[in-house]
């Protein structure tokens, strides 16, 4: 069975949300507290409403105890957001991700139980300046504060040596789970696997032993 979603805040960020759910099939219920965006959204989500979702009397007649999942995409409100949060949980929300606006936000929202913290802004800025900071470096996804997942293309450098010769675990802590090699994908390869030119490797690991990879291998 698909989960059942609802997302509070239709905003850039909780409208995207909306419309990428909508477009899988999966039921979304929206909530905002502007009018506009609420009938906007009447036309994507399988339902919508208005409505403050600090009040818990509101959240109640929305049936959200209902949902499997509930995404907090309030904006600058960080007030409606901790308390929204704090509902939701008293509850029984199963599951609720909410933005963050800041560190402070996000240790708040933390300590009342939220199963999931995003910091879009912060971590899209991430992704961006780790792309632009190394030419080898295709995309970026932040696992942790300090583990992440690298697309990497493979230069002239470690091309033509097969990962056993590469050593890149022992000497790197880092492990290649994946080659994309144009239109193929070899998932788990194997350690006799020659690199080519131009192969992009799906790389996993610290973000220390990432930089260190790119600074020293990849250099």
Do not use: W
Not at 137 to 159: P, R, T, W
Not at 203 to 212: A, L, N, W
Request: proline share 1%; aromatic share 4%; glycine share 8%.
């Amino acid at each position: 069975m698909k989960k059942s979603f609802a997302v509070i805040g239709l905003g850039r960020f909780g409208g995207s949300i909306c419309r990428t759910l909508t477009e899988e099939g999966i039921e979304v219920l929206a909530i905002d507290k502007n009018e506009e965006r609420v009938n906007e959204y009447s036309m994507i989500a399988s339902h919508a409403a208005v409505g403050d979702t600090t009040d818990e009397a509101v959240l109640k007649s929305l049936g959200i105890r209902n949902f499997d999942h509930v995404i907090v995409a309030i904006g600058d409100d960080i007030q409606s957001s901790i308390l929204t949060t704090l509902i939701l949980k008293e509850l029984g929300v199963p599951n609720i991700t909410v933005k963050a606006q800041n560190d402070y936000h996000e240790k708040v929202l933390r300590k009342i139980g939220a199963d999931q913290v995003v910091h879009p802004e912060r971590d899209m800025g991430r992704r961006i300046a780790n792309n632009l900071a190394s030419n080898n470096v295709l995309d970026y996804l932040e696992l942790s504060d300090d583990h992440s997942i690298v697309e990497i293309v493979a230069n002239g450098k470690i091309a033509e040596h097969t990962i056993m010769d590469l050593d890149i675990r022992k000497k790197y802590g880092l492990n290649i789970v994946a080659i994309k090699r144009g239109e193929e994908l070899i998932v788990s390869p194997q350690a006799k696997e020659t690199l080519r030119v131009n192969d992009v490797l799906v790389v996993i690991g610290s973000d220390v032993d990432i930089d260190r990879f790119g600074k020293k291998a990849m250099a």
